[in-house]
C-alpha cells in the first residue's frame, strides 16, 4: 500500500477546487455538516468560501487503524445542528468505502433534512458512494496534516514495535512525511510521555 501525503497548501488548494464545483452547480446548502473528526475541518473550510454560517459536526466511526475497519460504521453523536427543512451539504475526508457517508446520509435525513448533497475531497475506486462533488481520486491510503502523529504512531508501533525517537524517523520516512520540525517535536512528545507514564507506574507501586 503506498501513502499519498497531503500538508496544508495541498488540503486549501483541495478545498477551494472543491468548493468552485460547488458553487458552479449552482447549488448553495442552507447547512454544512462535517463528519467528525477529520471531516469537520474540510466542513469549516467549505462552508467559509461557500458563505454558509450554519456549520454542524455528526459522529461516525468506521475506521480503526490503517486500512481496518469495524463490521459496520458507529454512530458515536447525531447532528449537532437540527438540519429539518434544511439543504444540508455534508462533507467528510475521504470516500473510502462509503459507508460512512451513506450512514451520515440515512441519519441526516432521518432528522428531518429537506436534501442532502455530500462532498469529499478524495474519493477511492472502491467506493460505494460517490459523493456529489470530490476533488481528487487515488488508491493510496491518505495521510492528513492533521493526522500525522496519529499514523506516524500507529506505523512506528506496528512495524517498529515502539514510538522511541528511532522508529518514530523511521515510521516518517517509511510514509513519506518530510516535515522535519513536526518529526523532531513527535519524538520528544514520545520521549515525555514515555517518561510520564514510566514515573506514574513507579509511584504507584
Known sequence: MGYLVLNWPDIMVGSIELT????NSHYIPDMVVGIFRNGWIL??????????????????KFYKGIGETRERPLVTSGPTLSPREKRVLVVDDVSDTGRTLQTA?????????KEVRTATLYVKPKTILYPDYHYGETSDWIVFPWEYGEVIREVSRTLYGDTDPSSIEKAAERIGIKDRDFIKALAVIEENRAGAKGSSSSRNR
Open 43 to 60: 466542513a469549516k473550510l467549505v462552508s467559509d468560501l461557500l458563505g454558509v454560517d450554519e456549520v454542524g459536526g455528526i459522529g461516525i
Open 105 to 113: 446520509i440515512e441519519l441526516i435525513k432521518l432528522y428531518g433534512a
Open 20 to 23: 468552485k464545483k460547488i458553487a
